[in-house]
């Protein structure tokens, strides 16, 4: 039979073990590694601007941070992945504009980019660059055109993949322009670029890194994409000033959240990127390959993600491209 002294005793404990539960929840995020899913192989300049955004990141929080390579089917497996994962703050998207496109790209997603992801902030955004063989007789956009419109068919677009960003990217270029190219898909841009520089490929839309090649004159730039000239190639036009007014691509990079994380950490990691992305040292590296650091609350980035898959839902309803 308990004692008086054991019955005081437990009634103290009861006591006392509410309070600890409620210490423990409130223990400040991160408490713990947080992991961030690139849905791109290792590498690649996701996976480095992942890498370098965690860097910063892994000092505000004063925990490790873990990047976690999930790639493959266009990104959806590492999207996926984090779309269904616990939505505690712990599991995270360095998302890319395929959450843009994936939806009307795909014939079925196991999840929706707009419904289980929840946008915390960009954190980057890049145009492409229109690379050209050395022998190739355009020097400009408008030549270049005038030439496709001259050889209807007869010319080679090459991608790194079938409804990739540069794919989609040359899709909208053909359409505004009025031309017509056979698509050559590739499995990355290095074998694109393999056949490209001997000229058994007439284009390419490549991001920055590429930008190696036509310095070292292997091939040359025409154009990029973006609303305004990249100021890592300040000589190099943008499309819309080349014969293509209006055209404006800038691809970008962002982190996302599992949907129905609790505000406080959405909020918590929008206001702490924001921080991270002012370090000078980061906007240093990332600008070396024409990425613009851009940070953004979470409200914002819903609805630039919103508008961004609006306008590649026209796109691709227009050109009629499926993949299974």
Avoid at 17 to 30: E, F, H, Q, V
Avoid at 59 to 76: M, R, S
Avoid at 125 to 132: A, D, H, L, N, S
Wanted: proline fraction near 8%.
């Amino acid at each position: 039979m308990p004692t008086r002294r054991h019955l005081i005793a437990l009634g103290a404990a009861s006591a006392v073990a509410p309070s600890l539960i409620c210490l423990a929840r409130a223990n400040p995020w991160p408490d713990r590694t947080v992991h961030v899913v690139v849905p791109l192989a290792a590498g690649g300049p996701t996976d480095v601007n992942a890498r370098i955004v965690a860097e910063q990141l892994s000092k505000i929080w004063g925990q490790q941070i873990i990047i976690d390579n999930k790639a493959g089917a266009g990104t959806n497996i590492g999207n996926a992945f984090v779309a269904h994962s616990d939505p505690d703050g712990y599991t995270l998207l360095f998302g890319t504009s395929s959450l843009a496109s994936n939806g009307a790209l795909y014939r079925s997603l196991d999840y929706s980019p707009i419904t289980d992801l929840s946008p915390t902030s960009l954190v980057a955004k890049f145009p492409f660059f229109m690379f050209v063989p050395n022998s190739f007789p355009a020097k400009t956009v408008k030549e270049f055109i005038d030439y496709a419109e001259a050889h209807p068919g007869n010319l080679i677009m090459a991608s790194p993949g079938t409804g990739s960003g540069p794919h989609l990217a040359e899709l909208l270029f053909l359409q505004m322009a009025g031309i017509q190219m056979t698509h050559a898909p590739y499995r990355g841009a290095a074998p694109a670029l393999t056949d490209l520089i001997p000229g058994r490929v007439h284009c390419y839309f490549g991001s920055g890194e590429l930008l190696t090649y036509s310095r070292s004159g292997q091939v040359r730039v025409l154009a990029s994409t973006g609303a305004k000239r990249s100021p890592v190639e300040p000589e190099v036009p943008t499309i819309a000033e080349s014969g293509v007014p209006g055209y404006v691509i800038d691809s970008w990079q962002g982190v996302f959240a599992p949907a129905k994380t609790p505000s406080e950490i959405v909020q918590k990691i929008s206001g702490d990127l924001a921080k991270a992305l002012v370090e000078p040292t980061l906007i240093e590296k990332l600008a070396r390959n024409a990425y613009t650091v851009e940070s953004c609350t979470a409200d914002e980035l819903a609805k630039f993600l919103k508008t961004d898959t609006e306008k590649w839902e026209a796109v691709i309803k227009k050109t009629g491209i499926k993949i299974d």
